[in-house]
């Protein structure tokens, strides 16, 4: 995998992945939209727009799960009661738009060619997108690279750690994908601003 470029023409930004590269791809933001979904910070769609957008019911204390708490930070660290009001008014939505984006990402790629079940050796997914498009998949890649950090303990600095595992691992090859996002979300920026 090459990594994204963007197209002098049309000015979309393409990139090809194996089959086994893009079901990893959907597999990781499925999850992540699963972990989104199945709180009750969601917004529930089947209410009238209006009712949904005047309703701040949302939660009020930081969430339990780490990749949660990380996506979702307190915006006010001495201020409990000012943290529970912003989390109020504004989980839900932000929820919502990192679901959406996460989906966005599994919807291009089905619409490019994968299958619902992988099953195919030599299979490839060109995907363009917009530029709106591919700025969505950057957030999303950043929330995905946030959960699988959280999960394996990534901190700053701690390089030589991860290298020096043995490369059948399971952590290793967990963080093997952690780059392999960063490195999709470091072309994707750099097409960008091409």
């Known amino acids: 995998m090459s990594g994204f470029q963007r197209h002098r023409r049309s000015g979309r930004v393409i990139a090809t ?10 597999s990781l933001t499925s999850q ?6 199945n709180e009750a910070a969601v917004p529930d769609d089947t209410r009238d ?28 660290r ?20 990192k679901a959406q ?9 089905e619409e490019a060619g994968l299958p619902p079940q992988l099953e195919e050796d030599g299979l ?10 591919a700025r969505t998949w950057m957030r999303s890649f950043t929330d995905v690279r946030l959960a699988l950090a959280t999960r394996l303990g990534v901190e700053d600095g701690d390089e ?3 290298f020096a595992l043995p490369d059948d691992d399971p ?15 470091e072309t994707l920026v750099e097409s960008l601003m091409r």
């Open 124 to 133: 490839m997914i060109d995907v363009e997108l917009e530029p709106d498009a």
């Open 78 to 97: 001495d201020d409990d009661e000012a943290a529970s009001e912003f989390r109020r008014f504004t989980e839900g939505s932000l929820r919502d738009g």
């Open 49 to 76: 727009a209006f009712e949904a957008l005047m309703d701040f019911s949302g939660p009020t204390s930081e969430p339990e799960d780490p990749v949660l708490a990380r996506l979702f930070p307190s915006a006010y």
């Open 101 to 109: 984006a996460a989906c966005l990402v599994i919807d291009t790629l």
């Open 32 to 37: 992540l939209v699963e972990l989104l979904r």
């Open 17 to 26: 992945f194996t089959g086994f590269e893009a079901d990893l791809l959907r």
């Open 160 to 162: 030589e750690y991860w």
């Open 171 to 185: 952590r290793a090859q967990a963080h093997d994908i952690y780059d392999w996002v960063g490195y999709l979300q």
